[in-house]
Structure formats: structure tokens, C-alpha cells
């Protein structure tokens, strides 16, 4: 199919589902009701950006090709149907023996209750000028910037909108991939996407990354969410409000290399213990380090990524971040190299004071020698949706 016969498509599956149920210009039906277990689709946020990342995701970017404002509303519109749809479950409609069917079958006859998680997040070159929306812009939304040490391929950075799907099971996300893709093709097309999984916790607390460290030991608490994460509308649009501005980072491991350090090294590197997560001063994972006690790193290295990323002094204290990593494999490269490593999402309320800080700092760490960032971007998570008449992006569109 032309990408001009899927535009056409789009908009008349969005016209005449407008205004009707979630997935009537789908031809299936939805229920209204969230049941227990679900991630929480209508609220001021979007609930999926709290939770610890489940066993299985899928990150995503896409080019929106909408040819107006119009359209554009009428994409944000046909993707909440989707999410909305996806998040409840329900049963796919017949369209008769002709039609394509209304669902790709991957879950069987019916779209059963999952935990499925949706975020949706749009780039600053959704604010150019196709869409008259350069004033409405977040003011610290921009293009990805490029550190010393990435290896950017630029097929695989950057993009108007940016779909997180994250469930317990592979086939959940796959499905509801293929489903919103299909449903918004006329309006948006993928640019990149790369899946995601997050370990079990061994043998217990924060999930371990491919190097074997735990990965987001250090998080904020809940009673820090408005204070680091969510933007409360100061200096910003009135429509950001109940957003946050996520970081997404594609980052190659190169393990075969890493493997062949000794774990004394590793543990330096990182800061940590390897089996426990603990500070290289501590016993367990959650202890604090005392960097004041040390000053000069003699236990816990001046180098070492937690120190650099998270110093613990007041100054640097507003700079901390929400992670939300997950990790990949894809396989091998052309030289039979392992090509697997960190799906690196953070999320917070400004990108220069918060994520940038900690990465400029991090600049020359140790670790650089292990791992090569080659993709990912900026995007603004939305606000969430509140309820079944509003849809993601109506404050920004109105």
C-alpha cells in the first residue's frame, strides 16, 4: 500500500470513528471499565512512567507524515483509541469474510486483560512548522544532544513521537505494536524501534543490566515525583503540566571486552558490589555511600560512575533522575560481534539542569571504554489522558 492510499485509509477509519467509542473506527469494542491489575490508563499523568519496567517492552519512534493540524489531531486521537482499547481488552468485531480482519490474532479470538503499559512522548521537530505549533513548544524540548564517546547513527535518533509499550509477556507488546502501527499508518510511520526486556531481580531487589550490576538502585522516592519529575506548568506551556521530559538512549555493551575485566575493576568502575548492589563501602544495596568519609576515593573511587552521576551534595541534589532502563539483544553484527546492551529511558523535569548535568559529568568515566551509545533522542511525555472523552495531546492541540 502508498503511503498516500494509508493516509487515506487513516483518515477515514479516524472520521468515522470520531467521536464514538475507543474502537468503533476499528471495528472492535471496548470495555470502560479498567479492571484490577491494569496500569491505570485515565489520569492527570501517565500512570506506566512509575512503574518498574516489567518483563518485556518495546521503544519506538515515529515520523508523523499527518499533512495538517487537522490530521495530526485526528492521529493523537486514533492512538488513545488504540492505547485505550489495548490497556481493557476486548472482543474484535467481525467485518465480514471480505474485510481484513479487525485484529492480527497474535492473542487469540479475544484481546484478553493484560498489564500493558502505553507512554507516549512527542520530539521538538514536532514543532516546526507543518503543524503551527512552534510557540506551544516545551521550552526545554530540543534535538538529542551528542556527547563525546556516541557513536550516533542517525536512522536510529531522534523522531516527532516517541511509544513505549512495556507487559509481562512478549506477545502483549508485539500485538499492541502491530495494532497501533496499523491503526496509524496513514498518519505516522516508524523511523526506529528496538525491544526491550527487564530481568528478574537476583536474587532479589533492582533487576541487573548485561553487565551484571544492578540498574536504578538510587531512583527517587514518590515523595520527590513533583520536585524531579513532572512538570508542574512554571515556565512552560499550560498544557505540559502532568508531563515529563523523557531521555531515551540506545547503548551498546561491548561484552566481550567487559567480560574479560577483573571483577575488582568492575566493581570500581561501577562503585558497587557486583552480587549484592552495595556501595563498595556499604553491605547493602541500599545503603548510602559516604563519600564524605572518603574524600579522596580510597574505597569508593573518584572515578566511578555512581559518584560522578549521583555526588550527593545539595548542589547536585535537583539533578537526580527517574530511571526507567530495560535491556536488549539484537543478536550479532556483522563482524559476529554480541550486539546487546542498555534501552537507557529517564524521565524528569528539565533536560539541561537534570540528565545533561549527570552526563557531562560522566564524560571520561571509566566505563566509556565498555559501552557505546548509538541512538535514541528527547521527547515530552505527555500529560495523561483523564478521562474516555480526552485523548493524548488535546491541551497541546486545542
Known sequence: ?????????????????????????????????????????????????????????????????????????????????????????GAPAALGITAPPADSGVLGPVVPHSDLGVIVGVGSSLFDGRYGLADRKPKKLKPMTMFPNDALDAPQCHGDLSLTLSAGDTDTVL???????????????????????????????????????????????????????????????????????????????????????????????FGRRRDTGAPLDGASEKDEPRYADDPIGTVIPLTSHIRKANPRTPETDGQRILRRAVNYDRGVDANGNLDMGLVFTCYQQDLERQFEAVQKRLIGEPLVDYISP???????????????????????LA
Open 1 to 89: 500500500m502508498t503511503t498516500e492510499s494509508s493516509r487515506r485509509s487513516f483518515l477515514r477509519r479516524t472520521v468515522v470513528g470520531a467521536g464514538v467509542t475507543a474502537a468503533a473506527g476499528f471495528g472492535m469494542t471496548a470495555s470502560a471499565s479498567e479492571e484490577p491489575g491494569t496500569v491505570a490508563f485515565h489520569g492527570p499523568k501517565q500512570a506506566a512512567i512509575l512503574r518498574q519496567p516489567p518483563a518485556q517492552s518495546i521503544v519506538a519512534s515515529f515520523d508523523v507524515v499527518a499533512e495538517n493540524r487537522a490530521e495530526l489531531t485526528q492521529l493523537f486521537q486514533e492512538i488513545t483509541d488504540r492505547a485505550r482499547f489495548l490497556t481493557n481488552g
Open 175 to 269: 500485538h499492541a505494536m502491530r495494532d497501533i502501527a496499523r491503526a496509524t499508518r496513514g498518519g505516522m510511520q516508524l523511523r526506529w524501534k528496538i525491544n526491550g526486556f527487564s530481568s528478574p531481580s537476583r536474587p532479589s531487589g533492582t533487576p541487573r543490566n548485561l553487565m551484571g550490576f544492578k540498574d536504578g538502585t538510587a531512583n527517587p522516592g514518590e515523595s520527590e515525583m513533583d520536585r524531579l519529575v513532572w512538570v508542574s506548568g512554571a515556565g512552560e506551556p499550560a498544557w505540559t503540566t502532568g508531563g515529563s521530559y523523557q531521555v531515551i538512549r540506545l547503548i551498546r555493551m561491548l561484552v566481550e571486552f567487559w567480560d574479560r575485566v577483573s571483577i575488582a575493576e568492575q566493581e570500581n568502575m
Open 374 to 396: 548509538f541512538g535514541g533522542g528527547y521527547f515530552f511525555a505527555l500529560p495523561g489522558v483523564t478521562g474516555p472523552g480526552d485523548h493524548f495531546g488535546r491541551a497541546l
